[in-house]
């Protein structure tokens, strides 16, 4: 198998929920590989509707949800993940203290410190008629020893880690009570999972939380004046 | 005292995450009253930051403050919040099954189903400095007998609810495990709030979640094609 770079944060779906995971890990200093079955980032918002416009997202009273992840990879682009797309992630395991290990269909071994499953799909489940050139299959929580209901992996909602130490699930593959399947809160879920993240990861540092007044985050940003 | 007519929903509140309450429950059909101490909408956005850039809102990689406010404002237009600047939210009583009254610096009584406190001012208690116009005190969180730590409200995170029935809190001015005063947490608080009052005013109705796909949402929010 090839060898791969050491990252810090892997996440399963470049949807909506896992761009915006990858940019407020950013934020924070954290640099993150994307796995995603599709061709390209976007989810359901690339391939269900990319020309269907969204309502609900707060700030834009009409968008085309692929308009809204253009601007999505615009956000994150500071950043710079590093994407894996056409394949799926199928297995993950723990490596003792070197963190968790992904393995992908495209015979890769990713190795980092913290796992993102921000993968849903639930609108497959709903029964969406989807193009052929889709995988449908759904996500093999199950061989990842990850418990899901419905789907849906259950998640405390404060910090959005599962049941399995260092495995995060936010957007359309995470349940807790509440949960509802919108764009915003997929975002709100990645927030606080980046929180999480940074205390797991960084106890004790110091946290910036809003680059309007942060030079730590402006600079990461690359935000000049 | 002036008599003001029944609404469904008052905010106390009109930040980023009192419009977008606003919004949300008008996309099931719920009509808001907005009361803020400021002289417009945008809260923290408007009094203290209109001209800075924020550079965390989901599909925004920069916005200026007020910009953004402008952008809910419009988004929240389908739904004709009723707005009342310049007065304060000086008490809460319920009247029966008649629902809640809240009283107005204005000397107005406005009769709801539910109350939602949306108006927190964490910038306020953080020393920011303020300009001389604006009105500092904290929310008289005691005199409507709603218990308030370091100046936010417990709620459930599932529904939004303080300890009192009928009243929720949203934004800043609540608090719950993993809270992070962010604007992207003030909306996705603000839309489970408005299911949890769907459920409440509304029990066992029909409950269409996304406006691409609901004729009905579409209706309301008067988008035609």
């Not at 615009?74 to 992630?89: D, G, H, S, Y």
Request: hydrophobic fraction near 45%.
């Amino acid at each position: 198998m090839d060898a791969a770079p050491d990252t810090d944060a892997i996440i399963i779906g470049a949807g909506p929920a896992g761009l915006f995971a990858a940019f407020q890990l950013g934020l924070f200093g954290f640099q993150s590989a994307m796995i995603d079955t599709l061709a390209g980032a976007g989810g359901q918002c690339r391939a269900l509707y990319a020309d269907k416009p969204v309502f609900d997202v707060p700030g834009f009273p009409r968008i085309d949800a692929g308009e809204f992840v253009e601007r999505l990879l615009i956000q994150v682009e500071p950043f710079t993940p590093v994407f894996l797309f056409n394949r799926k992630a199928v297995s993950i395991r723990r490596d003792g203290s070197r963190g968790l290990t992904v393995t992908t269909s495209g015979d890769e071994e990713l190795r980092s410190k913290v796992v993102i499953i921000a993968a849903g799909g639930g609108a497959f489940r709903a029964g969406v008629a989807a193009p052929n050139n889709l995988a449908l299959d759904a996500m093999p929580f199950q061989s990842w020893s990850l418990p899901a209901v419905d789907g849906a992996i259950p998640v405390d909602s404060a910090t959005f880690l599962t049941g399995v130490p260092g495995i995060f699930a936010i957007g359309d593959a995470c349940d807790y009570p509440g949960k509802v399947r919108l764009i915003v809160s997929g975002c709100h879920e990645a927030a606080l999972m980046a929180q999480a993240v940074r205390k797991m990861l960084r106890p004790g540092g110091r946290a910036p939380l809003y680059a309007s007044t942060s030079p730590t985050l402006r600079r990461r940003l690359g935000v000049e004046e």
